[in-house]
């Protein structure tokens, strides 16, 4: 068996701690702009609902209880517009990341299948070709590959990092093209209510899809839109041929989401209000820190959508890093996310009113 280092790349944050480390020394404090963690507090009818559920000595089961599932399934046929939603199209799963990471091995893919994701794109999608082994390509647009051994399609709309959101006509082309060549397509739907300058279309929408789920599955996170990354409450949603036997698998491997979040989920499903609140929220950091962005001499490509500024000086990555940590500004460099990156950089909307009016003073 090969060492997990010679399976998996190097954890590309650790690159980032003396850049890390320069901001920290800004006589202001550091702004932290790089990680896209939420900082704003859980709505409180969702912590009630943690709270009500924290009593639960027994076993959570995978699929989770009745009251999630219709929670999740009316979220999904209200909010993405799909219809006929049943139980048997949903899937809770642990956080969407374990999902990305575990999902080649689970769907039992291996040496000779083939993985592919977007040219510029989360990590997590390449970690699972790795841990399963599975060959990997990255693509521009998925319908120029070769189809041959392509078992596993990942779409990201709207996208980390760039905030690029599909069309409609696009998914639909792709949908069908990977229909053709009988290629299970996951998309990756975590931003999908973070849309500011495009409305996001699930791939599980009539005009997409046709009104069927064969084949095709989303992915949705609670993390961004109710600032429950740390309950790790996530799910899938589509084609049950395929999320019947992940079912079974994740019940073998113990993959259960606690109760007490299950309990948070239904309320925050449930809830429109809050979401709409948190999207205020961030829509006013990211006009700020555009604004800023821009007059500083950066230019920003997509960023349509999701939590994020694609924000380029024509320069390297490494430079650009370098230069706004001597201001105190941390943000990512676009090479984490793939060659393609490297003139980008990765700007984050997760930092608190105060610490986002603070990067904007030091950018003038």
């Not at 399609?153 to 709207?158: A, E, K, R, T």
């Not at 299970?184 to 279309?201: H, K, M, N, Q, T």
């Not at 599980?204 to 095709?216: A, N, Q, R």
């Not at 950091?285 to 939590?307: C, M, N, P, Q, V």
Request: hydrophobic share 40%; with cysteine.
């Amino acid at each position: 068996m090969s060492a997990v280092s010679d399976r998996l790349p190097a954890f590309p944050w650790d690159k980032l701690e003396p850049y890390k480390a320069t901001a920290t020394a800004h006589p202001g404090g550091i702004v932290d702009l790089s990680v896209g963690t939420p900082v704003d507090p859980v709505p409180d009818l969702i912590q009630k609902a943690l709270v009500a559920a924290a009593d639960s000595p027994g076993y959570p089961t995978v699929w989770g209880t009745p009251e999630l599932r219709n929670a999740i399934t009316g979220w999904v046929e209200r909010r993405l517009g799909a219809r006929e939603v049943t139980h048997r199209h949903i899937l809770p799963i642990v956080g969407s990341k374990e999902l990305v990471a575990w999902l080649p091995t689970q769907l039992g893919l291996g040496p000779g299948d083939r993985v592919a994701y977007p040219r510029l794109a989360y990590p997590t999608y390449e970690v699972g070709a790795r841990l399963a082994r599975a060959d990997h390509v990255a693509y521009d647009d998925p319908t120029e590959l070769d189809p041959a051994g392509l078992k596993l399609l990942w779409l990201n709309s709207p996208s980390n990092p760039t905030g690029r959101v599909l069309g409609k006509d696009e998914l639909t082309r792709i949908v069908a093209w990977a229909r053709e060549h009988g290629i299970l397509v996951f998309s990756d739907e975590c931003y999908i209510e973070l849309g500011w300058e495009a409305d996001p279309v699930s791939v599980l929408h009539p005009d997409v899809c046709g009104g069927s789920y064969d084949g095709i599955v989303s992915v949705h996170s609670l993390s961004k839109r109710s600032n429950l990354a740390g309950y790790r409450a996530a799910f899938l949603a589509g084609d049950p041929a395929v999320l019947g036997p992940l079912l079974e698998i994740r019940k073998h491997g113990g993959m259960m989401t606690a109760a007490p979040t299950q309990a948070a989920v239904v309320a925050a499903l449930g809830d429109d209000a809050h979401v709409r609140e948190q999207r205020e929220r961030y829509a006013a950091r990211r006009t700020l820190l555009r604004d800023a962005l821009l007059k500083h001499g950066f230019r920003i490509e997509h960023s349509e959508a999701s939590l994020y500024l694609w924000a380029t000086r024509d320069e390297s990555c490494w430079d650009t890093v370098a230069h706004l940590a001597e201001r105190g500004i941390l943000v990512a460099p676009g090479d984490f996310y793939g060659p393609a990156g490297d003139r980008f950089v990765r700007v984050a909307l997760t930092a608190t009113d105060e610490r986002v009016a603070a990067a904007v003073e030091r950018l003038h």
